[in-house]
């Protein structure tokens, strides 16, 4: 069982930055692949990165490639998302979720663990 709790949400402006963190419990938490998801008001949940086991794999969604880096701390066992150049559309609830399987925490399919979730907000 893998317990998730993000934080580090807020509101800033167009062009701040903030990084969220996701806190994850158990002593299995190296053996997990980790992403990061969000959802805007009226929205569906949409994938925005991706971090393997070790770190050295990431994948990012194209509207925040450049924007966004994912990294993780095992022995913290926290993963992180630096937001930087934030816009507007940025604004969402933004979740962190874990899953043995890379692809899975790619697609949201199926993932075995979700954070409850931290509220960003992003002024023009």
């Known amino acids: 069982q893998v317990q998730l709790v993000e934080s580090g949400g807020g509101s800033v402006q167009a062009g701040g930055s903030l990084r969220l963190s996701c806190a994850a419990s158990?002593?299995?938490?190296?053996?997990?692949?980790m992403g990061w998801f969000r959802q805007a008001p009226g929205k569906e949940r949409e994938f925005v990165s991706a971090?393997?086991?070790?770190?050295?794999?990431?994948f990012y969604a194209d509207s925040v490639k450049g924007r966004f880096t994912i990294s993780r701390d095992n022995a913290k066992n926290t993963v992180y998302l630096q937001m930087n150049s934030l816009k507007p559309e940025d604004t969402a609830v933004y979740y962190c979720?874990?899953?043995?399987?890379?692809?899975?925490?790619?697609?949201?399919?199926?993932?075995?663990?979700w954070g409850e979730g931290t509220l960003v907000t992003v002024s023009s």
């Open positions: 158990g002593r299995t938490f190296g053996s997990y692949c």
């Open positions: 971090i393997g086991w070790s770190g050295i794999t990431t």
């Open positions: 979720a874990a899953d043995r399987d890379f692809r899975t925490v790619r697609t949201g399919t199926g993932v075995n663990y």
